[in-house]
């Protein structure tokens, strides 16, 4: 049996993906699974040993459809169900199974702000597309692999305690203000490591400059495997919702989650194993009318007050960090 497994973006969307690759591969173990995304993502699957084959593509896998049809797939397992999946899904004429977005629902909580949506995470609602292949959640979490004899270089010279701060968000109404991570950082006693990618150096920067003693800025200077390792090795994680935050997850480090205008109710929220749940904290402004306004997020608040985020105190998301690390 060969199955083809096609989710393109982002990182986040690919580590929450792993369960299902996991289970297919482990309740189906004569079984091919092939799994297809961009390439700029090829770290986050690039070493998971659940995978026979990761085709990689700049941007459509149009772009390599030859190749995919030869392969003959028994099945696609559309985990990203979108324009670019239908259109090969009619391509490879295969068995195709797919799930529920609820994009319907989403727009009414964010347009309406009626939630309609089911309590269940997206990772369990991933399961209902391998359902007809007998494949069951094992409730082990999520997957993050190093390469094989992976020692990095980065986390040598790293302090033994640190703090991982991920300052990152593909939109701005996502991130933490710079100001309250200052905040937070000089109330803490530990140093902490700011990741993000290029677009958060300016933030970076602010902090850094506000934070010098405590701070150590690696922000766009790492992999994605180097962040991990960074993760990794840290005592806790302070994430706003991005791809970093899973990455936390599946390395099950005590991980706060901070949430600006999306919500954990989207089912997106941190992932952790059966028995492992209490190593993930949520904080969120609860107290909006306004929130949810995006499913994804905007360049500025359409309100202009950015009160999801700015009303979230530094002292008590320091308070939730020092039970964490017990001091």
């Known amino acids: 049996?060969?199955?083809?497994?096609?989710?393109?973006?982002?990182?986040?969307?690919?580590?929450?993906?792993?369960?299902?690759?996991?289970?297919?591969?482990?309740?189906?173990?004569?079984?091919?699974?092939?799994?297809?995304?961009?390439k700029r993502y090829a770290e986050t699957m690039s070493s998971n040993p659940y995978i026979?084959?990761?085709w990689l593509v700049k941007k459509s896998p149009l772009e390599i459809l030859d190749e995919l049809k030869a392969e003959k797939f028994d099945y696609m397992i559309d985990l990203h169900r979108n324009w670019r999946s239908q259109r090969l899904m009619a391509h490879l004429n295969t068995k195709y199974y797919t799930f529920n977005k609820l994009n319907i629902r989403k727009w009414i909580f964010t347009k309406l702000k009626i939630n309609l949506l089911p309590d269940i995470h997206i990772v369990d609602r991933y399961f209902r597309a391998v359902r007809k292949l007998q494949?069951?959640?094992d409730e082990e979490?999520?997957?993050?692999?190093?390469?094989k004899d992976y020692n990095p270089e980065i986390t040598k010279n790293l302090p033994d305690?640190?703090?991982?701060?991920?300052?990152?968000?593909?939109?701005?109404?996502?991130?933490y203000p710079a100001e309250q991570i200052i905040e937070f950082v000089k109330s803490m006693s530990l140093p902490v490591i700011l990741l993000g990618g290029k677009s958060e150096n300016e933030t970076a920067g602010l902090i850094e400059k506000s934070c010098s003693e405590k701070i150590i800025n690696l922000c766009d200077?790492?992999?994605?495997?180097?962040?991990?390792?960074?993760?990794?090795?840290?005592?806790?994680v302070i994430s706003n919702d991005t791809g970093m935050m899973h990455i936390a997850a599946a390395l099950h480090k005590p991980l706060i989650s901070i949430w600006g205008n999306t919500v954990p109710a989207f089912g997106m929220y941190p992932y952790f194993p059966e028995?492992?749940?209490?190593?993930?904290?949520?904080?969120?402004?609860?107290n909006l009318r306004c929130r949810p306004c995006s499913?994804?997020?905007y360049k500025k608040c359409p309100k202009e007050h950015f009160r999801c985020m700015k009303d979230i105190s530094p002292m008590l998301v320091a308070e939730k960090a020092r039970k964490f690390i017990g001091v």
């Open 1 to 38: 049996m060969k199955i083809l497994v096609y989710r393109i973006s982002s990182i986040g969307d690919i580590i929450l993906t792993t369960p299902v690759v996991r289970c297919l591969k482990k309740q189906h173990p004569d079984a091919e699974i092939h799994y297809i995304t961009r």
């Open 52 to 54: 026979s084959k990761l």
């Open 135 to 137: 494949v069951v959640n």
């Open 141 to 147: 979490g999520l997957d993050f692999f190093f390469p």
């Open 161 to 175: 305690k640190y703090i991982a701060l991920a300052i990152g968000g593909t939109y701005a109404t996502k991130r």
């Open 221 to 236: 200077k790492l992999s994605l495997t180097e962040s991990a390792a960074v993760i990794g090795k840290s005592k806790i």
């Open 275 to 286: 028995g492992l749940e209490n190593r993930s904290e949520i904080v969120e402004n609860k």
């Open 295 to 297: 499913k994804l997020g």
